[in-house]
């Protein structure tokens, strides 16, 4: 048979890193990718320093990116270790990114007075296709749109096209 062929690991992640209590970490001597990295996490203070905040890693999880990501990163090029402000920190930004969850785009449909949204919203169907927001207007679950402009329509209240 033929022999397995060897295929070298991947270069542990040099330890360039001095990250500091301040919330500064230093970096000397290191890639551009490690540079790409601190700058979604960080601000750069200077040439080499990178400053870590609350802004600057709610502004990283905004952009798709993970504070797990960036405590892996430097924990692995960390020289002295990651500090407990650091650690803090991250655990600060990680537990707020559940509290708010994107659920995607919602119709709004305007009621042209309080007792038309009252109606529409306490339909047997539409009670589980739509949210009451405010006096006039009601929030449809994107999922049941289709559903709910039939409901609609067979209520009598066809919905008319947005006006700008």
Request: charged share 20%; hydrophobic share 45%; glycine share 8%.
């Amino acid at each position: 048979g033929a022999s397995p062929t060897y295929v070298p690991a991947p270069p542990a992640a040099r330890r360039t890193l001095q990250v500091l209590a301040n919330l500064d970490v230093v970096a000397t001597d290191i890639t551009q990718a490690d540079r790409i990295v601190l700058d979604a996490f960080a601000t750069r203070t200077s040439d080499q320093v990178w400053t870590l905040s609350v802004a600057s890693l709610m502004a990283a999880v905004d952009a798709g990116r993970t504070s797990g990501e960036l405590a892996a990163f430097l924990d692995e090029r960390a020289v002295h270790g990651v500090p407990s402000t650091v650690s803090g920190l991250l655990a600060d930004v990680e537990g707020r990114v559940g509290q708010v969850r994107d659920l995607g785009l919602a119709r709004v449909i305007e009621c042209a007075d309080a007792a038309v949204a009252t109606l529409l919203a306490r339909d047997r169907t539409m009670r589980g296709l739509c949210s009451r927001i405010g006096d006039r207007h009601l929030l449809l679950d994107p999922a049941g749109e289709p559903k709910a402009r039939v409901a609609l329509r067979k209520l009598g209240y066809p919905v008319g096209p947005a006006t700008q």
